[in-house]
């Protein structure tokens, strides 16, 4: 397995009893689920991705609030075509293992949910085809053919996570399992029962049950499947 570009290391908790029935495993999409950025793909297009990259930068380490900085990058898209949603989508590179957790936890007879404060333009068809049960993103307000430099909902942030765990959640007992890699995730891995950093900013990996510095998501299952939760994970 090839190393993320991170400095964490390796760090593995112990798996909360009762973990091993039908899961809801919730995955953050950029950086995450996905290589890249939708927002840096989307900045690219729009020749602005300098600006752009050094904001998600910002509200990645927990230095921006997440809000304002999602307003600040999208302002940059303004005049872009929607036809760059296509374009985006082609490049999309979804991480390593991505379908073996997605199928394995159908398996498990559980659900697979992704939350992402990227936009649902382009997140959805992605996930769809991927076979994931749930999508909650951001949309972008597009006007004449071209996007406005606004968004089109509620900002999807850190509450926004939390609330649709709450409200995917087949009981008051359904195990959760988060995964995420930026401080914007903190509360979402926080509600969890379990919660993985995958490849994280400094802030999540504070506070996350397990850190996992290399870029397979589907090694995540050796927490979450069956076989692990019988024993102590050291």
Known sequence: ???CPCTATASWAEVPAGLNRQPLVVSDADGTLFEQEVIEELAFEAGTLQEVAAITAEAMNGRMDFAESLHRRVATLEGLDEEAFA??????RVSTGTNSLINRTHQAGGKFAVVSGGFVEVVDPIAS????DYVLANRLEVSGGVLTGKLASEVVGPNQKVWAIASWKASSTTP?????????DIPMLSAANFGVAFCPKPALARVAD??????????VWGFI??????????
């Open 87 to 92: 374009r985006v989508r082609a490049r999309m």
């Open 129 to 132: 085809g991927l076979g994931v």
């Open 176 to 184: 959760v399992v988060a995964i995420g890699d930026g401080a914007n």
């Open 210 to 219: 397990t850190v996992m510095p290399w870029r397979n998501l589907g090694s």
């Open 225 to 234: 499947g069956n076989e692990m939760f019988s024993q102590t994970v050291h």
């Open 1 to 3: 397995m090839e190393p």
